[in-house]
């Protein structure tokens, strides 16, 4: 199960809880983008109650990060628990998008 609750704010901020995989990583794609094509702005993730991603949701996160910067925006993760960490930078996603924390 995930929770996505838009902060709002410049850059527009989305707290992020649960899990976020495979069965709802869609889901979570058109909430975020929905917001981001009503309010387009640079975007922060607040990832503190975040527990789980998966393959797919890395996939969903550089998706996003792709149209924000197409647009002249970017994205930033901050509060990534150290094992949800770890998997960015494996994945080396950390040298191509703002891990804060």
Do not use: W
């Amino acid at each position: 199960m995930q929770e996505v609750t838009v902060i709002g704010g410049d850059p527009l901020t989305f707290s992020l809880a649960g899990e976020i995989d495979s069965e709802n990583s869609d889901e979570f794609y058109a909430e975020v983008m929905d917001v981001y094509r009503r309010l387009p702005r640079n975007v922060v993730f607040e990832c503190a109650r975040l527990t789980f991603i998966d393959s797919t949701t890395l996939g969903v996160f550089v998706k996003i990060m792709k149209e924000l910067k197409a647009d002249g925006h970017a994205l930033k993760l901050t509060a990534l628990r150290p094992q949800l960490k770890k998997l960015f930078v494996i994945c080396a996603l950390d040298t191509i998008m703002e891990i804060e924390g």
